[in-house]
């Protein structure tokens, strides 16, 4: 190996300690037996996963947090799995154009969306409710989908459903026997980001806070602000477990190359 | 093609774009628009730009502007530094470790601002992890250093999360490069060195440019890191979280907000245009 190749694979090493280190003591801390986060851990113990199940605030919003993360999901890929089969196929100017603006809301900044909306939705009568999270959710979960489904379908020939049409099936039957298994993997990653876009959301879920709509991290944001205990690492290493199990799943299933697409 | 057929297949086209268009138009672009309008409006309702003008000829609230740009430019510039040599080794060297590669780099993008701020407030607080090392186990120091709070914290953090999309973005232009360019550089005598620095670079620019706009975006809008690690800057978007929590002053959020917003489209302008020279 020559001494450059050395010196980028210390680079490359020092900066995965980097990306790594902040959120590896998080897990570390969520088993210690000591009443808040320092170093050295003086003991272990499961007792701060205990305090999320007994902290009856982190269980109401994790319950609102998953029933939000899945309609704005299923929201996005109704809305958005249409438009990318079109926008995928369509050539003209026009097209791209439409895919730039379904993609712009990932370009907005996020605590400006969450700003304008508190107001837009009050007027028209959502208030903060649940309904109003379930909406800007779809606006910010709604590009995912529409990006990794068009990456997908734009990778598989015409000829497929072509062959299909020509032997005599319905456009119907066409897309549930061909289209949609081809596209699947894009569904999926689409859905992989959408769900954890919009359960991590804090910009947007923080204008829209009620004792019935807090969502998880508004949530955490708040408890992290008057307390520093180790409940807030825990339920963070809880949150991290499920996350590194959907993209192990996802990357089974799929492949991680597809997944990158999204991001 | 027969009439009734394009026509049908015109049908067919609204109706697959037509629901998330009109999605996004009333639910997206209705509000940035209402909430722009109202920066604009006097209490009684007649058209003004008098919140601009006062905004514009402070000297504070353009400071904020400054320093909202500065330090994203500044976090930009340092995750793009940092991102081009591990895109390098992703792309060139990593062969069978590329899969593991981009699963650590993804991995952290899979975990919420809440933890990774939580890691850095454990690492750096005056108990934690660092000044533990330093003070205890090699004895560096005798008192521990207050990490918490300074504004070099809350750039590590901001790059902490933003870094990995400039890996990605300036890896997937680095995978284009055609390896033909650098290898007949390298035949006719050019060094290793001087191969990276005329031809490789030069065509990874329009990536770098790309990976450096997203960057930049999303440092922009975020207020989160800041909000929890201090660091004394006084951004847009942690103005607008101010006035929303403690001051109120709505018409002034409003305002903040659409400048915000402008030079969020100003990028998004940007980026178009580079993508375009790309498909050309």
């Given at each position: 190996?020559?001494?450059?190749?050395?010196?980028l694979?210390?680079?490359?090493?020092?900066?995965?300690i980097?990306m790594?280190?902040?959120?590896?003591?998080?897990?570390v801390?969520?088993?210690?037996?000591?009443g808040y986060?320092?170093?050295?851990?003086?003991?272990?113990?499961f007792?701060?996963?205990?305090r999320?199940?007994?902290?009856?605030p982190?269980?109401?919003?994790?319950?609102?947090?998953?029933?939000?993360?899945?309609?704005a999901?299923?929201?996005?890929c109704?809305?958005?799995?249409?438009a990318?089969?079109?926008l995928?196929?369509a050539?003209?100017g026009w097209?791209?154009?439409i895919?730039?603006?379904?993609l712009?809301?990932?370009?907005m900044p996020?605590?400006?969306?969450?700003f304008?909306?508190?107001?837009?939705l009050?007027?028209?009568?959502?208030g903060?409710?649940?309904?109003?999270?379930?909406?800007?959710h779809?606006?910010?979960c709604?590009p995912?989908?529409?990006r990794?489904?068009?990456?997908?379908?734009?990778?598989?020939?015409?000829?497929?459903?072509?062959?299909?049409?020509?032997?005599?099936?319905s456009?119907?039957?066409t897309?549930r026997?061909?289209?949609l298994?081809?596209?699947?993997?894009?569904?999926a990653?689409g859905?992989?980001?959408?769900f954890?876009?919009?359960?991590d959301?804090?910009?947007?879920?923080y204008f829209?806070g009620s004792?019935?709509?807090?969502?998880?991290?508004?949530?955490?944001l708040?408890?992290?602000e008057?307390q520093?205990d180790?409940s807030?690492?825990?339920?963070s290493s809880?949150?991290l477990?499920?996350a590194?199990?959907?993209?192990?799943?996802?990357e089974?299933?799929?492949?991680i190359?597809?997944?990158?697409?999204?991001? | 093609?027969?009439k009734t057929?394009?026509?049908s297949?015109?049908?067919?086209?609204?109706l697959?774009?037509?629901?998330?268009l009109i999605f996004?138009?009333?639910?997206f672009?209705?509000?940035l628009?209402?909430?722009?309008?109202?920066s604009?409006?006097?209490?009684?309702?007649?058209?003004?730009l008098a919140?601009?003008?006062?905004f514009?000829?402070?000297r504070?609230?353009?400071?904020?502007?400054?320093?909202?740009?500065?330090?994203?430019?500044?976090v930009?510039a340092?995750?793009?530094?940092?991102?081009?040599?591990?895109?390098?080794?992703?792309v060139?060297k990593?062969g069978?470790?590329?899969?593991?590669?981009?699963?650590?780099?993804?991995?952290?993008?899979?975990t919420?601002?809440?933890?990774?701020?939580y890691?850095w407030?454990v690492?750096?607080?005056?108990?934690g992890?660092?000044?533990?090392?330093?003070?205890?186990?090699?004895?560096?120091?005798?008192?521990?250093?207050?990490?918490?709070?300074?504004?070099?914290?809350?750039i590590?953090?901001?790059?902490?999360?933003?870094?990995?999309?400039?890996v990605?973005s300036?890896?997937?232009?680095?995978q284009g490069?055609?390896?033909?360019?650098?290898?007949?550089?390298?035949?006719?005598?050019?060094?290793?060195f001087r191969?990276?620095?005329e031809?490789?670079?030069?065509?990874?620019?329009?990536?770098?440019?790309?990976?450096?706009?997203?960057?930049?975006?999303?440092a922009?809008?975020s207020?989160?890191?800041?909000?929890?690690?201090?660091?004394?800057?006084?951004t847009?978007?942690?103005?607008?979280?101010q006035?929303?929590?403690?001051?109120r002053d709505?018409?002034l959020?409003?305002?903040?907000?659409t400048?915000?917003?402008?030079?969020a489209?100003?990028?998004?302008?940007?980026?178009?245009?580079?993508?375009?020279?790309?498909?050309?």
């Open positions: 190996m020559r001494l450059t190749d050395i010196a694979w210390i680079f490359t090493a020092a900066f995965f980097f790594i280190l902040p959120i590896a003591v998080v897990v801390i969520s088993f210690t037996s000591a986060a320092s170093f050295p851990v003086p003991g272990w113990s007792k701060w996963f205990a999320i199940f007994e902290y009856q982190f269980i109401d919003s994790l319950w609102v947090s998953l029933q939000l993360a899945v309609v999901t299923v929201a996005s109704l809305l958005g799995i249409p990318a089969l079109h995928s196929r050539r003209s097209a791209t154009a895919t730039t603006f379904l712009s809301p990932l370009s996020m605590i400006v969306i969450g304008a909306s508190l107001f837009f009050s007027w028209l009568g959502f903060i409710s649940f309904a109003a999270l379930c909406i800007v779809t606006v910010i709604l995912y989908v529409i990794t489904v068009t990456a997908v379908y734009r990778s598989v020939p015409p000829a497929y459903e072509e062959a299909a049409l020509i032997l005599g099936a456009r119907l039957t897309f026997e061909v289209t298994p081809l596209i699947r993997p894009g569904i990653a859905c992989l980001f959408s954890l876009t919009s359960f959301n804090l910009p947007v879920s829209f004792a019935q709509t807090n969502t998880l991290p508004v949530v955490m708040a408890y992290m008057h520093f180790p807030i690492a825990a339920l809880l949150q477990l499920l590194v199990i959907a993209l192990v799943v996802a089974r299933l799929y492949g190359e597809k997944m990158t697409v999204a991001t | 093609m027969p057929a394009h026509v297949a015109r049908m067919r086209q609204a697959l774009l037509a629901p998330s996004l138009v009333v639910f672009v209705m509000p628009v209402d909430n722009s309008s109202r604009f409006m006097t209490e009684d309702g007649s058209l003004t919140r601009y003008g006062s514009l000829s402070d504070f609230y353009l400071g904020i502007i400054v320093e909202t740009v500065v330090l994203s430019a500044a930009t340092i995750s793009v530094l940092i991102a081009y040599p591990v895109a390098y080794v992703l060139r990593a069978r470790l590329s899969g593991p590669i981009i699963f650590l780099l993804i991995a952290p993008l899979l919420s601002i809440i933890m990774r701020t890691g407030q690492l750096f607080a005056r108990r992890l660092v000044n533990q090392w330093l003070v205890t186990d090699l004895g560096i120091l005798d008192a521990p250093l207050r990490l918490l709070n300074t504004p070099g914290l809350a590590a953090a901001l790059v902490h999360v933003l870094v990995p999309f400039a990605l300036i890896a997937s232009v680095l490069v055609d390896r033909r360019l650098e290898e007949g550089a390298l035949m006719l005598g050019a060094s290793r191969t990276f620095f031809v490789t670079l030069p065509l990874t620019m329009d990536g770098i440019g790309t990976g450096a706009i997203l960057v930049f975006m999303i922009n809008g207020f989160v890191t800041l909000v929890l690690l201090g660091g004394g800057f006084q847009l978007p942690l103005l607008i979280y006035q929303f929590n403690t001051t709505f018409a959020a409003s305002t903040m907000s400048i915000l917003l402008v030079i489209l100003a990028c998004l302008w940007l980026q178009l245009r580079l993508v375009r020279r790309q498909g050309a």
